[in-house]
């Protein structure tokens, strides 16, 4: 197929558009100089490209940023997502619409029972609102006839990832500390959240799947099911780094104390997707790729 990508340059599209490509797709990669907050703009890219498939990545997907700036974030994750849904329903009404959405529009609970795709929408920052009104936005579509398949990732982390997501801010303080460019003290937020978390590459797997025609339109968790606490997380990264720093509460870092693990049975169903790289590995590939940034930047 010939597979349109939006956001291409962020986080997942690098891991994307290899994976496009193996699977002998013609990608086309759509970052920057396509604005999907500009109508006109995202029209003429799907009418130029003439896709046979859409994944919408694009996105302002920082939750602790939303709050400094809620209007940004409902123009890119709201109108951003409309407009790309307007102009397949006008260009390309027969093309598969993967839109990425997040676990963040459940918003927690206090067990860690795992979530599956009839819960409640329940979102709590700015960032989860503007994703599941456009979640919901893409069943709204799809009752209009267009091939809508919505995704539901929780947590995915692997080297390239910003430093502002939990994971890569641990692995990125304490390479600077192997390195000695800060004082062994690490800032965190709060070690008693429970979360769910994946590797990119699996991530990927499972929406290069999810782009198979054969798979029903519909909406579907990425999860592992399985409960991590972010203590637990940040214990394996200080024991891969071989370092034992002091740990400093930051209170701009603080989240809610609650669980939020998703159960991905649906899509498994569906797709005999499973996630298949262990936790330990993801976190060491972390680690290594913010110890070789740096070091490249001495």
Not at 97 to 108: A, C, K, N, Q, T
Not at 140 to 154: C, M, T
Not at 219 to 233: E, F
């Amino acid at each position: 197929m010939r597979v349109w990508v939006s956001g291409a340059g962020g986080f997942v599209g690098p891991w994307l558009l290899p994976r496009l490509t193996r699977d002998r797709h013609d990608v086309v990669a759509a970052d920057r100089e396509v604005d999907v907050c500009d109508a006109a703009a995202v029209a003429a890219a799907l009418d130029r490209a003439q896709p046979d498939a859409i994944v919408h990545l694009a996105a302002l997907a920082s939750v602790a940023t939303s709050y400094a700036d809620p209007e940004a974030v409902a123009r890119v994750n709201y109108f951003g997502t409309l407009h790309v849904l307007r102009a397949a329903l006008h260009h390309v009404p027969r093309a598969r619409v993967l839109l990425v959405s997040s676990s963040e529009i459940y918003g927690g609970s206090a067990t860690s029972d795992p979530i599956d795709e009839g819960a409640r929408l329940a979102p709590v920052s700015p960032y989860a609102r503007t994703k599941a009104a456009a979640d919901l936005l893409g069943a709204a579509f799809a009752e209009s006839g267009l091939d809508v398949v919505r995704a539901r990732p929780w947590n995915h982390t692997g080297p390239g990832q910003a430093d502002g997501y939990v994971a890569s801010s641990f692995a990125r303080q304490l390479a600077e500390m192997v390195l000695e460019k800060r004082d062994p003290v690490l800032r965190v937020g709060n070690l008693d959240a429970v979360r769910d978390f994946l590797d990119v590459a699996d991530v990927v797997d499972a929406y290069a799947r999810l782009l198979d025609p054969g798979v029903p339109r519909g909406v579907y968790n990425i999860a592992t099911g399985v409960p991590i606490r972010i203590a637990q997380l940040l214990e394996r990264l200080i024991e891969y780094a071989g370092l034992r720093p002091q740990i400093e509460v930051d209170p701009a870092r603080h989240r809610p104390d609650r669980a939020s693990v998703g159960d991905a049975t649906r899509l498994r169903r569906a797709t005999d997707w499973a996630p298949r790289i262990p936790l330990e590995d993801t976190l060491a590939r972390l680690f290594d790729a913010w110890l070789r940034r740096l070091s490249a930047s001495r």
